[in-house]
C-alpha cells in the first residue's frame, strides 16, 4: 500500500489526521532535525522474526526507547531473532503481528510514515490501532 493509498483509507474511514511533508528521513536524528511539531510522539519502528521464520513482529516504540531484544524475546514469547505501521496493510496473510509501546499510547496522537519516508502523518493511536485490527492482525499493546 503506498503514501496515496494510506492517505485514502484514512479518508474513507472518517480518520482525523494531519500529512507533514518533510524531506526523506532515514533516522530518527533525521527526523529531528526538521523540527516538526509533536517531535516526541514520533514513533520508531522495528520489525523483528523468531529463528524459525514462523513470527513476524512489527513493533513500534516511542522515538527515544532502546529496546533490549532478549528481554523483548521474552515478553513476546520469542527465541533469538523506513518500516511503518502501515505496512502492515500490505500482509495479506496476515501473520505479522503488531506490537505498540504503551507509552505512545498514551498521546493525544502519534506520529508514522505512511509508507513513505517523506512525510508524517499524525493520527490518535486508537485509530491506528483500529485500522491494524480492522485488516485483521493481531496486536499486542506492551511496556517497554
Same mark, same amino acid.
Given at each position: ?5 494510506? %492517505? ?9 489526521? $494531519?500529512?507533514?511533508?518533510?524531506? &526523506? ?6 527526523? $529531528? /532535525? ?7 510522539? %514520533? ?11 514462523? !513470527? ?11 529496546? !533490549?531484544?532478549?528481554?523483548?524475546? +521474552?515478553?513476546?514469547?520469542? +527465541?533469538?531473532? &523506513?518500516?511503518?505501521?502501515?505496512? %502492515? ?19 493525544? +496522537?502519534?506520529?508514522?510514515h505512511p509508507n513513505? !519516508?517523506?512525510? +508524517? ?8 490501532? /483500529?485500522?491494524? &485490527? &480492522?485488516?485483521?492482525?493481531?496486536? /499486542?499493546? %506492551?511496556?517497554?
Amino acid at each position: 500500500m503506498k503514501r496515496e493509498a494510506v %492517505i485514502e483509507l484514512l479518508k474513507q474511514q472518517n480518520v482525523s489526521h $494531519e500529512v507533514i511533508e518533510h524531506p &526523506a528521513a532515514y533516522t530518527i536524528a533525521d527526523m $529531528e /532535525s526538521f523540527k516538526l511539531p509533536g517531535i516526541d510522539q %514520533i514513533a520508531k519502528n522495528l520489525f523483528i522474526r523468531d529463528d524459525k521464520k514462523r !513470527n513476524y513482529y512489527l513493533l513500534t516504540i516511542q522515538k527515544d526507547k532502546s529496546v !533490549n531484544l532478549k528481554q523483548l524475546r +521474552t515478553l513476546l514469547g520469542l +527465541t533469538k531473532g &523506513a518500516v511503518s505501521p502501515f505496512g %502492515i496493510l500490505n500482509d495479506n496473510e496476515r501473520t505479522v503481528k503488531f506490537v505498540l509501546d504503551e507509552d505512545l499510547q498514551k498521546g493525544e +496522537t502519534v506520529g508514522v510514515h505512511p509508507n513513505d !519516508n517523506t512525510a +508524517t502523518v499524525w493520527l490518535a493511536p486508537e485509530d491506528l490501532l /483500529s485500522i491494524v &485490527a &480492522a485488516h485483521g492482525n493481531e496486536i /499486542s499493546v %506492551i511496556t517497554l
